[in-house]
């Protein structure tokens, strides 16, 4: 099924207990299609949410739940946003996955210029929009004027003009997907993608309201912290899959970037059993008191 311009976007939202952010992001992507004059679909995928957030869902979105407009996904348990996304991606039926998480705003003005852009550009598999910071307004990263291509070498060595809004091609992305095991390392699978299928476009267009002040985002410090097993792997991979486009200074970084992830890693390893250690003491000091 396709829409006037040729073209059907999913949107893709995984979720894990943001029952109050969740509704905005929600309402975006819907005033996003609805000014787009394309046929979208919308997929939330609760990641396991112990809040009321699919409550909070279905009685909001009933009437585009039944048009099918907006589809519910849920995982029983929390697998994590990198599964969730990926499943999300696996039940998409359009021709371009937007990927959007969900506590960020799509900008419903630029929904019919960023359509007129995938179907102008569709040789490329991905195209990076820009973000504006939902709190001050301002552009995330350098100002940019023009589009430009940005190769392998590019990606890698440079990286992107800051945060940036993915849409992907589903036909190209759908053999590769996600690095499982890897939360918030989407790059990885960038860099193969870019590898093997060639350059991406950066568009100039501002996209998406990116929220910066979420303490939950894996971005955030704390969130660093969390996955810096994940992130020791991921510049791993990054040093051992790519070492020939790797400038000297972007390996040096690589390597110091995957010896200080894995210390946080062991660190917290070691913390985490010691902790267990005094809590299984304490249960049996407690067992003998009685």
């Not at 970037?257 to 070691?270: A, E, L, P």
Request: proline share 3%; net charge neutral.
């Amino acid at each position: 099924m396709t829409d006037k311009t040729g073209y059907f976007l999913s949107i893709i939202i995984p979720t894990y207990n943001r029952n109050r952010l969740i509704v905005h992001t929600v309402d975006s992507a819907l005033e996003f299609c609805k000014m787009s004059m394309c046929n979208t679909e919308i997929i939330v995928v609760d990641d396991g949410s112990t809040d009321s957030t699919i409550e909070t869902l279905t009685d909001r979105y009933q009437n585009e739940i039944d048009s099918a407009i907006v589809k519910i996904m849920h995982n029983n348990r929390n697998l994590g946003v990198t599964k969730a996304r990926n499943e999300g991606i696996s039940s998409a039926t359009g021709d371009w996955l937007l990927l959007l998480d969900s506590d960020d705003l799509l900008i419903p003005d630029t929904s019919k210029q960023l359509i007129d852009i995938l179907r102008n550009y569709s040789s490329y598999g991905m195209i990076l929009f820009r973000c504006e910071c939902l709190e001050t307004g301002q552009l995330i990263g350098p100002s940019q004027v023009f589009p430009y291509e940005l190769t392998l070498s590019g990606f890698l060595n440079r990286g992107t003009p800051g945060e940036c809004l993915p849409v992907l091609k589903t036909s190209y992305f759908s053999n590769y997907l996600y690095y499982p095991n890897l939360n918030g390392c989407e790059g990885y699978t960038y860099a193969c993608m870019i590898r093997d299928l060639g350059s991406i476009r950066i568009d100039p267009l501002i996209a998406r309201r990116y929220r910066t002040g979420n303490n939950d985002r894996l971005s955030s410090s704390k969130g660093i912290i969390r996955r810096a097993c994940h992130l020791a792997t991921f510049n791993r991979l990054l040093m051992t899959q790519f070492f020939e486009k790797l400038f000297i200074s972007t390996l040096l970084t690589t390597v110091l970037k995957m010896i200080c992830y894995w210390s946080i890693c062991q660190i917290g390893r070691i913390i985490k059993s010691l902790t267990n250690i005094t809590q299984s003491d304490g249960k049996d000091m407690e067992k003998q008191c009685h």
